[in-house]
């Protein structure tokens, strides 16, 4: 297989490759920054050695870039089909919310993940390449909230005179401020437990029919 470039369907990323990307979420859910990983810290961390790397990749910033991509397409590829096993928007919505206040050492940290996605670095542009691609598009977040809205538009649980796209917006504030309350507990005090109850209610008044 020749050079990885973040576009390849999930399935087909090589295994030693996928070690790469899962040390790279690792190192950056513990707080590293993804544009100051270093190869030999990546590496070291997927078991594999360091010459390995550069078989599948030109650069460090193309290793961080393409796990960031790779994880966001597994995670909401994933996260449609389990959503859309559910019946209902309410049930949709339960267990979304009950999925990121897990804490089991597994948890991308979101709002880092956003800061990626929002700043202007030229590490952030390279990832928002790869995520603007005509592949990439069926994985991302705004895609796979837009079919779950859909859906339940269609069966008559949502307003059908909101834009789509502001709906998405609206639940993605929500669950925003949900997680902000989840990764500051420590340091504001404030119980997600608290806080659940008011997100939920929240996205229900502001786009359920009344």
């Not at 297989?1 to 999930?10: A, Q, Y």
């Not at 100051?36 to 961080?64: C, M, N, P, Q």
Request: aromatic share 12%; glycine share 6%; with cysteine.
């Amino acid at each position: 297989m020749g050079k990885i470039t973040g576009l390849e369907e999930i399935q087909n990323v090589p295994p030693k490759v996928q070690q790469m990307y899962r040390a790279v979420v690792e190192l950056i859910g513990e707080g590293e920054d993804a544009s100051s990983l270093r190869v030999s810290t990546i590496t070291d961390r997927a078991g594999i050695g360091k010459g390995t790397a550069y078989e599948y990749f030109d650069s460090k910033e193309e290793i961080v870039a393409c796990a960031v991509a790779y994880y966001i397409q597994y995670t909401f590829d994933w996260l449609e089909k389990v959503l859309m096993e559910r019946e209902t928007f309410r049930e949709q919505l339960d267990y979304l919310l009950n999925e990121m206040n897990k804490r089991d050492g597994r948890k991308f940290c979101f709002l880092r993940f956003v800061h990626l996605l929002t700043d202007n670095s030229d590490f952030s542009n390279l990832v928002r390449q790869k995520l603007c691609s005509e592949k990439a598009r069926r994985y991302m977040p705004v895609t796979v909230f837009g079919n779950v809205l859909g859906r339940a538009v269609e069966q008559g649980e949502l307003r059908s005179d909101l834009p789509m796209d502001y709906m998405i917006y609206s639940l993605f504030s929500h669950l925003i401020t949900y997680m902000m309350a989840i990764t500051t507990e420590e340091s504001f005090g404030i119980e997600p437990a608290q806080i659940r109850p008011y997100v939920f209610q929240g996205i229900l008044d502001e786009l359920c029919e009344k």
